[in-house]
């Protein structure tokens, strides 16, 4: 397990974030969160965090742009797609995530992601 490593968490609801976040400093990581793909990326420039949690449908940048954003600065990012179960796989894929985890999940399937994909 690699903790400290820093995981920003992007997501519009306040309670997932806020619960995402929670668990994953009890388990020894660093913590940032976002509440939309415009603040993650001044936090990635900022921070230059180990793994990205995004969820997808969200206002300002949702989590396409967010995407398209980090592939053309050329940032090097393994994400983490945290959406609706039905489009979870299919979203994960365009955006050419690491993995995905579907809403609502397991605490348990989040951290097994975040260990996996967290350099």
Do not use: C
Not at 16 to 33: C, F, H, M, P, S
Not at 57 to 72: H, K, N, T, V
């Amino acid at each position: 397990m690699n903790h400290r490593a820093l995981i920003l968490v992007v997501d519009d609801d306040p309670t997932i974030r806020q619960v995402v976040a929670d668990t994953l400093e009890l388990e020894g990581y660093a913590v940032q969160t976002a509440p939309n793909g415009a603040s993650a990326l001044a936090a990635v420039e900022q921070a230059q965090p180990s793994l990205v949690l995004l969820d997808m449908r969200m206002p300002i940048l949702d989590g396409w742009g967010f995407a398209r954003e980090i592939q053309a600065r050329g940032v090097r990012l393994p994400i983490v797609v945290m959406t609706a179960a039905q489009d979870a796989r299919r979203w994960a894929e365009e955006i050419n995530a690491q993995g995905y985890v579907a809403k609502p999940f397991q605490l348990s399937e989040l951290l097994d992601a975040v260990e996996r994909f967290a350099a």
